[in-house]
């Protein structure tokens, strides 16, 4: 695996895979009571630019259950947040600690992190990808649908940092995408081509689509996200209006197969991009995959972090 994980393209299929098998294991060994104190004597860096409950909490725990410690870094404290240069901190938190997870807006601030780091860097959301989420996903999913075989997948709502991370671990996985949203707020041209590239690759339909109904027939997994991301408070109200019809609902779910599950990465705004009705009715997928985050990302942790000897 490379050094770091800031983008769902620096995983193969096959690493994807190991992460989730591992991580199927170690959720199987914390239900057990089984400790698994991979990680013990290292710690771990989490700097925050934005808001978190699950990010924050499950890395925070993740550490502890694998024997380390992790250190929460508000940006508002770091000098980073007084103009001290990404390189520097990097070189500086190197000597710290044994990896940092960090959440931000911009992508190329993580890379910056990454190149300057000689320790792993994870990315806990920037506004292109959110790759630990996606593993999460991607966990659930093969946990309810028992394989990726076959499946199709449907994103509905804004091309943002879900839609871009889900769509390139989804196509790895040889699992069918399609994508809906209106048409100013699609996703942009990069993840575009890299959708097409993978397609091809993979031999797997991706579809991009402004009709929900098209992209949600026979979906056997829909998905969705808020229409305004953070740092897209002031556009709210304009997101609202251009996302009408983009909501999941019961309507749109008798497009999808009888047996679809309904995921959201959540925090989710309830009667905007998906009804209370049908949250609540597919509580248990969407509960399942905020725990997820904690076991695919001690997975994640663990390949990264534990045979790492940042002196050697
Ligand atoms: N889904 C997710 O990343 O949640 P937080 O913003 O609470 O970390
Ligand atoms: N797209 C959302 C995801 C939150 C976990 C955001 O970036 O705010």
Same mark, same amino acid.
């Given at each position: 695996?490379n050094? %770091? +994980?800031?983008?769902? *393209?620096?995983?193969?299929?096959? /690493?994807?895979?190991?992460i989730?098998?591992?991580? *199927?294991q +170690? ?8 400790e ?5 004597? $290292? ?5 925050f630019?934005k808001?978190?409950?699950?990010t924050?909490?499950s890395f !925070?725990?993740?550490?502890?259950q ?10 508002? *404290? ?10 520097d ?5 190197s000597?710290?600690? %044994? ?6 807006y ?8 990454a190149?300057?780091s ?10 292109d /990808?959110?790759?630990c ?7 659930t ?7 990726? %075989?076959?499946? @199709?997948?449907?994103?509905i ?13 989804? +196509? ?8 809906a ?7 942009? !041209?990069a993840?575009?081509? @890299?959708g097409?590239e993978?397609s ?7 579809? +991009?689509?402004?009709?929900?109904k098209?992209?949600?027939? %026979? ?11 953070m740092g897209?408070?002031?556009e ?7 996302? $009408?019809? =983009? ?7 008798s =497009?999808? $197969?009888?047996?679809a599950i309904v ?8 009667d905007? !991009? ?7 009715s597919?509580?248990?997928?969407? #509960? /399942?995959?905020?725990?997820n985050?904690?076991?695919?990302? $001690? ?10 000897n940042? #002196?050697n």
């Amino acid at each position: 695996m490379n050094k %770091d +994980l800031l983008k769902m *393209d620096d995983l193969t299929k096959e /690493e994807i895979l190991d992460i989730l098998n591992l991580a *199927d294991q +170690l959720k199987y060994e914390h239900k057990h009571n089984i400790e698994h104190p991979h990680l013990k004597g $290292k710690t771990l860096g989490m700097i925050f630019q934005k808001s978190s409950t699950r990010t924050r909490v499950s890395f !925070e725990v993740g550490m502890y259950q694998l024997g380390g410690n992790a250190l929460f870094l508000s940006s508002r *404290d770091l000098q980073i947040g007084r103009g001290e240069p990404v390189e520097d901190t990097a070189r500086v938190l190197s000597r710290y600690l %044994d990896g940092i997870m960090i959440r931000t807006y911009d992508q190329a601030e993580v890379e910056v992190l990454a190149k300057h780091s000689s320790i792993p860097i994870i990315n806990g959301l920037t506004d292109d /990808e959110h790759p630990c989420q996606v593993l999460a996903d991607l966990m659930t999913i093969r946990e309810f649908k028992t394989s990726f %075989d076959g499946l @199709k997948l449907c994103f509905i709502g804004d091309g943002n940092n879900m839609a871009n991370s889900l769509l390139v671990g989804a +196509l790895k996985l040889g699992i069918k995408v399609s994508i809906a949203s209106p048409n100013e707020y699609t996703i942009n !041209e990069a993840y575009v081509t @890299k959708g097409n590239e993978l397609s091809e690759l993979n031999n797997v339909e991706f579809i +991009l689509t402004n009709d929900p109904k098209e992209a949600a027939k %026979d979906a056997d997994v829909i998905i969705t996200d808020v229409w305004a991301s953070m740092g897209q408070e002031a556009e709210t109200e304009k997101r609202i209006k251009a996302f $009408k019809g =983009y909501q999941i609902n019961k309507d749109l779910m008798s =497009y999808a $197969k009888d047996d679809a599950i309904v995921l959201h990465c959540l925090p989710a705004h309830r009667d905007e !991009e998906i009804t209370s009705e049908i949250l609540e009715s597919h509580s248990s997928e969407i #509960f /399942e995959e905020a725990e997820n985050r904690l076991h695919a990302q $001690k997975a994640v942790l663990v390949k990264l972090l534990k045979n790492t000897n940042k #002196f050697n």
